[in-house]
Each structure stands twice: as structure tokens, then as C-alpha cells.
């Protein structure tokens, strides 16, 4: 996972609901109450909720700036404050303003989570565990939350302990396919192919074009030593994504037994991914 997962819960911030269905709409809206009351510090933070939402992330910490100025122990501006540094990958001034957020609203879980997330993408491993730990205080319930927390300890090295957080997210959410995914990983990093080929079904049993889980699933096998397997399931992610896994696959050790195998030399090169747009553009095109 990523970077696809952490957009998503950003979108998903308080300011949703505060702020009117038409953004334009609401800007100017928002602008005629600022002409006659400039010191209204809730509009400020919603009008830069606004312009975070359309992409304006600039001009958007700086409204946060004028509410902070306005009321510096207003929550609500110090968190949108920080999600729009987040949206430039400004993370170590977005942790300041996720700390502020925090001391100000201490049960607030999506601070928290933010922070996590944060944290994690300045390699803070420790203080993102303690976030995402606080989170789960507040939320227990909150699948994403324990996934984020089992990649954390997967990276500190506590592989089992993340094992157990990556079970516990999937009995609040046995859907979660991407909890599968990683569970499938962590697996692989520990010897246990077999199983985590399992997981990597069951990821794939709830969303099929998933590379990553096929592409892992790749792995396993080449480590199992079934070699035509494994080409099998990496033809199926290159088919769904060649220009990553075609890059990944060219460097991978797991697949060092394959190296110089035709089959897999064919896969990897440049000219297979270029069939394989084009039939995926043939299909799509109806041709």
C-alpha cells in the first residue's frame, strides 16, 4: 500500500461536513461574510477546506494561517492546515501542526491517524506506532488503523506483532484485500510461502485485479522453486500493470532463479509491455 489508502482517509476529514455541496458556490459565499465580518476565524478554516478540496493547497494554508491568527487554539485550522501541507509533502511541518491539533483535541482519531501518516513518510516509526496506538484508544474498531499499525511494526522488524494487528483489521473488515495483501507479505518476509500464498488468494478473491497480490503471489513461487507457476502470475500483474512490475521484476531477488529464463527475459522486456497496451487497448476499444 501506500500512498493510494492515505489520500482516501484524508478525503474523509471533518470538513466534509461543514462545508457546502458547491464549492465555488461556497467560496463566494464564504467571501461575501469575510467582506463584512473579516475576524470570523470558522469561515476562514472552511473557505481553506474549500480550496484544499479543489487542489489549492497553497492558498489554502493560508487561510488556515488567517483563522490561526484569528483563534490560535482553534482545532479545526491547525488540522486543515495540516492536511494541506500534507497535500505538498510538507510532512515535518504538517507533524507541528498535527501536534498542535492533537494537544488541543486529544480524542480526535483522525489527528491522530493523520499524524501516523504522516510520521510515517519522514521514517518516524516509533512515533507513528504511538500514534496510530492512540488511534485504536479512541477507535478500536478502526480497521485502517490497525493495518497502518501492523506496516509500522513490520518496519521496526516486529513481524509477528504486525501479524497480529493485520488479524485483528480483518475481523473488523474481512473484505479489507489490501490487509490480505500485506498479511501475504509479511508471511513471505518470515519463510511462510504457503501461507502467504493463501492470503494472497484471499486478497484475490475479493478484488482479482489486484497486481501487487499477484505479483506477490509470483514471488511465493519462484521461492517454492515452481518456476512456470511463478511466470504465470507474473504475466498476470504485468498484465495489469507493466510498467511497474516489469521495473520491479527486473531487480528482484526473489526472482533470481528465473534470471535467465527465456520466458521470463520475454516478460520483462520493454517490447512484451508494449504488446500487452496494446491489447489491453484492442479490448477496451472493442476492436
Request: charged share 20%; with cysteine; proline share 4%.
Amino acid at each position: 500500500m501506500g500512498q493510494d489508502q492515505y489520500s482516501e482517509d484524508l478525503g474523509n476529514s471533518t470538513h466534509q461536513a461543514r462545508c457546502p455541496n458547491s464549492l465555488e458556490g461556497a467560496l463566494a459565499r464564504y467571501d461575501a461574510l469575510l467582506a463584512n465580518q473579516p475576524d470570523l476565524y470558522e469561515v476562514w478554516t472552511c473557505r481553506g477546506f474549500v480550496l484544499e478540496h479543489l487542489g489549492h493547497y497553497r492558498e489554502a494554508i493560508a487561510n488556515f494561517d488567517q483563522a490561526i491568527k484569528i483563534n490560535p487554539d482553534y482545532a479545526l485550522a491547525w488540522h486543515g492546515q495540516a492536511i494541506a501541507l500534507t497535500s505538498l509533502r510538507c510532512y515535518e511541518e504538517a507533524v507541528i501542526s498535527l501536534n498542535k491539533t492533537v494537544k488541543l483535541t486529544p480524542k480526535n482519531a483522525q489527528a491522530w491517524y493523520n499524524r501516523g501518516n504522516a510520521l510515517v513518510f519522514l521514517y518516524r516509526y516509533e512515533e507513528a506506532l504511538t500514534s496510530f496506538n492512540r488511534v485504536i484508544e479512541i477507535t478500536p474498531k478502526d480497521y485502517k488503523a490497525w493495518y497502518h499499525r501492523s506496516k509500522v511494526l513490520a518496519n521496526l522488524g516486529y513481524q509477528y506483532a504486525a501479524l497480529a494487528s493485520l488479524d485483528k483489521a480483518l475481523t473488523i473488515n474481512p473484505k479489507c484485500y489490501y490487509a490480505l495483501n500485506y498479511r501475504g507479505t509479511v508471511l513471505k518476509k518470515l519463510g511462510q510461502y504457503e501461507a502467504a500464498i493463501s492470503s494472497f488468494d484471499r486478497s484475490l478473491q475479493i478484488k482479482p485485479n489486484h497486481p501487487d497480490a499477484w505479483y506477490n503471489k509470483a514471488r511465493c513461487f519462484a521461492l517454492l522453486g515452481d518456476l512456470e507457476t511463478a511466470l504465470n502470475y507474473l504475466h498476470q500483474a504485468l498484465k495489469l500493470n507493466p510498467t511497474l512490475y516489469r521495473a520491479i521484476a527486473k531487480i528482484d531477488a526473489d526472482f533470481n532463479a528465473l534470471s535467465n529464463h527465456p520466458r521470463f527475459c520475454t516478460l520483462i522486456s520493454p517490447t512484451q509491455s508494449a504488446n500487452n497496451n496494446q491489447t489491453v487497448s484492442f479490448a477496451r476499444s472493442g476492436t
